[in-house]
Nanobody
Framework: VQLQASGGGLVQDGASLTLSCSAS????????LGWFRQAPGKEREFVAA????????YNEETVKGRFTISRDNDKKTVSLEMNSLKPEDTAVYYC??????????????????WGQGTQVTVSS
């Protein structure tokens, strides 16, 4: 399966943006899906993840209450709705697919397929 992220852009502090990741190839149904981000000079970090059934989602602490991950297995897409964006959310955002154990759902190593990234810039 290949993943392609889109929807990034330049927005102001407090704005909203929705990222989308579409898959080509095999079905996404058995894959856990996640969003990670990497700011300049920093390591790639976990943002949010959702189980393959879509029945459970996990968010990094600093985005809880602001970001929502969702998926549509029929359309083979995963989305990240981002509200109340802050300058510190500025980063390249990557979608990822894999079969991570729950203990690894926030770890890069839990995912084997990565999209190309989409830039999100939040100006103050």
């Amino acid at each position: 399966v290949q993943l392609q992220a889109s929807g990034g852009g330049l927005v102001q502090d407090g704005a909203s943006l929705t990222l989308s990741c579409s898959a080509s190839g095999r079905t996404l149904s058995m894959f856990g899906l996640g969003w990670f981000r990497q700011a300049p000079g920093k390591e790639r970090e976990f943002v949010a993840a959702i189980t393959w059934r879509g029945d459970k989602s996990y968010n990094e602490e600093t985005v809880k209450g602001r970001f929502t991950i969702s998926r549509d297995n029929d359309k083979k897409t995963v989305s990240l709705e981002m509200n109340s964006l802050k300058p510190e959310d500025t980063a390249v955002y990557y979608c990822a697919g894999g079969m991570p154990a729950l203990s690894a759902i926030s770890s890069l190593s839990g995912y084997r397929t990565w999209g190309q990234g989409t830039q999100v810039t939040v100006s103050s």
